[in-house]
């Protein structure tokens, strides 16, 4: 954690806002004011199929995007300072909800937690006031605003509901990212923030009930982690298992960025032998735009599951060297015109966790695609990704180079989406 603190030092010292109430803001981070990803077509489309593709397995897929602690708290800006004045908060509120409508128009059951929350007066925050992490009471209103969700949701009656109860399992002094980084500067600042850690108590044995298999995953960020004993823990699974009364499997990470979880348990056996009925993606606003397009085609692809062997366009065994490029040629990729056919690579655990892949078409145009894994994130040899979309042009070769470490024995297959 240091050396990330002193990695980013410059990047954020320099843009720490004091607002109001001793709430403390990265500017640079926190006060965007537009959302909406560049091409944001092709954004729907990958978002589209992925939806359809998991639907047909019987999961549907909730996205939880965190609006940023200026959102969420616009009555912690001070617009005395400086840092403050270009922010509008009504105008990253009206950008906000256009991004959301986005998300919807694609078919992607979308919390707006700016309405969902504001609606519920609670006397606490949603966020910490030195941290970008939500508070134990954020991820309870975030909790409660899915399960209102899944509530009217056409399949919720039919699930297998169990009773929860709420026990309170103990408490964690939270020093605040924010204050870390100033205090580089201003030395030990005397502020600690108070987290409660609580434990969903279901009142059957699950495994005896035949509940064995979660009706909801959850994947996100630190700010879904839980470990009800040890570390930080914000409850978000404690909360979700309360509120909706059914049973949960949490898959998120710290430190696996906003798509880490995600991906790490669509390529898992969990989610091949056991797609849950409901699928959460939390994913924050603070630090970057949660939506990227590398992590869309993997997203669009591994939706899919593996593929079926009448789907299978092309099919190969693949080594490559550390650093050397491989090129795919034959006559049984140009069947392939791009998206939504989709690439399944299966290698051994010690496979590559940075690869580029180039795909070429007859038109002449070539599409990258670079996947990173970093060290946080399970690497169980898995890969999948959809084809670029080239104008109806065929796909005449694949280039494939591992950038960390050999790749040997794969199994490559060209899938039909």
Known sequence: MSQYMDKNLAKYLGSIALGRDGWLFFSNAELKMHFMPPGIKEVQAL???????????????????????????????????????????????????????????AGVVTIDLTLDVGREETGSTFYMATDAHWSAEGARLAAKAIANTLRRHSSYA????????????????????????????CGP????????????????????SGMQNPAIVVTGTSNGHSNVRHGHSYSFPE???????????NYSNV??????????????????????????????????????????????????????????????????????????KHANLMT?????????????????????????????KERRVNIERNKHVSNNGRYFIELPESSQSPLTAIRIRPKDTAMQGATIKLCKG
């Not at 009773?163 to 500067?185: D, T, W």
């Not at 909360?239 to 499997?249: G, N, Q, S, V, W």
């Open 47 to 105: 978002l589209r199929r992925t939806v359809q593709r998991l639907n047909a397995r019987g999961t549907t897929l909730i996205f939880l995007p965190l609006p940023s602690r200026a959102l969420m708290h616009p009555d912690k800006i001070d617009p005395d300072n400086l840092l403050f004045k270009k922010y509008v908060a009504s105008e990253a509120q009206k950008q906000f909800r256009q991004y959301i409508s986005a998300m919807a128009k």
């Open 158 to 185: 039919k699930l297998k509901k169990v009773k929860y109860s709420l026990k309170e399992v103990r408490q964690f002094k939270k020093n605040g990212s924010i204050k870390i980084y100033l205090e580089k500067i």
């Open 189 to 208: 600042i005397d502020l600690q923030e108070t987290v409660k850690v609580y434990e969903a108590v279901p009142d059957v044995n699950l495994q005896m």
């Open 239 to 249: 909360f979700l298992a309360y509120y909706t009364d059914l049973p949960i499997a």
């Open 255 to 328: 430190g696996g960025h906003n798509f880490g979880a995600l991906l790490e348990f669509l390529r898992s056996d969990d989610f091949m032998n056991h797609p849950p009925r409901f699928l959460v993606w939390e994913t924050p606003f603070n630090f970057g735009m949660p939506i990227s397009r590398s992590g869309l085609v993997q997203l669009a692809a591994s939706s899919a599951g593996f593929c079926a062997p009448n789907n299978i366009r092309y099919q190969q065994e693949l080594s490559a060297e550390k650093g050397k490029e491989v090129v795919l």
């Open 336 to 364: 392939s015109q791009g998206s939504p056919d989709y690439l399944q690579i299966s290698s051994g655990t010690e496979s590559p966790r940075s690869m580029d892949f180039l795909f070429q078409f007859a038109d002449g």
